[in-house]
């Protein structure tokens, strides 16, 4: 079974602009959720998404939005980037049939903000 | 709120010795734990979690966790430690409710041949 993908790996933007990172989880998982990982915050929950429904959320600005389609791939956009949004942004998809279910990692998105 | 926390930054081993990384955690009801390793560059590499069952708990790689209640600790171990085991490894609990993982500050263990 092919793995967690994410589009695209490396990203190099300015201030001011925005950016749309792309995952497709694992084939037939429901749950997507999202994570931004810096040397100084450490791994830090976006938002989570099932059956294209936002049902959980950081803390974090507006600026910082996704979505989930029928099919569960899942985008996440930043607007109005800062100096601050450079980071790894990683995606994570599980089944979630139960509250044990594992998160599998995709290998991440690396911003640059420039 | 639930929490981890990974007390080491740092972890120095040879390789062919036994190798601990530690992981306290709180939570308010029974707790699913976990521990992802990663490379440089790379996402994060599930190796074993705890969900219910048996303290001791094995994974990938021949890494393995023993899980205490009353101590409220969830050290990951592997008998004889490798110069490839040498990466950054992360304690997470998974809050109830909605998929969400909680990340220890993770601890970057160096295996020296």
């Known amino acids: 079974k092919a793995g967690v993908t994410q589009t695209p790996r490396y990203l190099i933007k300015t201030r001011g602009q925005q950016v749309t990172l792309s995952c497709s989880p694992i084939?037939?998982?429901?749950?997507v959720s999202w994570y931004q990982q810096t040397p100084g915050q450490g791994l830090q929950f976006l938002f989570e998404?099932?059956?294209?429904?936002?049902?959980n959320k950081g803390n974090f600005p507006g600026r910082f939005s996704g979505r989930q389609f029928s099919n569960s791939r899942s985008e996440m956009n930043v607007s109005t980037l800062e100096l601050g949004d450079s980071a790894l942004y990683l995606c994570?998809?599980?089944?979630?049939?139960?509250?044990?279910?594992?998160?599998?990692f995709g290998p991440g998105t690396r911003l640059t903000v420039l | 709120a639930q929490s981890v926390a990974q007390p080491e930054d740092q972890v120095n081993v040879a390789e062919g010795n036994p190798l601990t990384v530690k992981c306290t955690y709180s939570v308010s009801g029974n707790p699913y734990l976990f521990w992802y390793v990663q490379y440089p560059n790379r996402g994060l590499q599930f190796l074993l979690k705890y969900i219910t069952g048996d303290n001791l708990v094995k994974g990938s790689y021949g890494f393995e966790a023993e899980f205490n209640k009353s101590q409220t600790s969830f050290h990951l171990k592997k008998p004889s430690a490798l110069v490839s085991d040498s990466a950054l490894y992360f304690c997470a609990v998974r809050e109830s409710g909605p998929d969400k993982l909680i990340f220890g500050t993770g601890t970057r263990l160096q295996v020296f041949p």
């Open positions: 084939s037939g998982h429901r749950s």
């Open positions: 994570a998809s599980s089944s979630q049939t139960s509250g044990g279910d594992t998160q599998y």
């Open positions: 998404y099932f059956s294209e429904t936002q049902r």
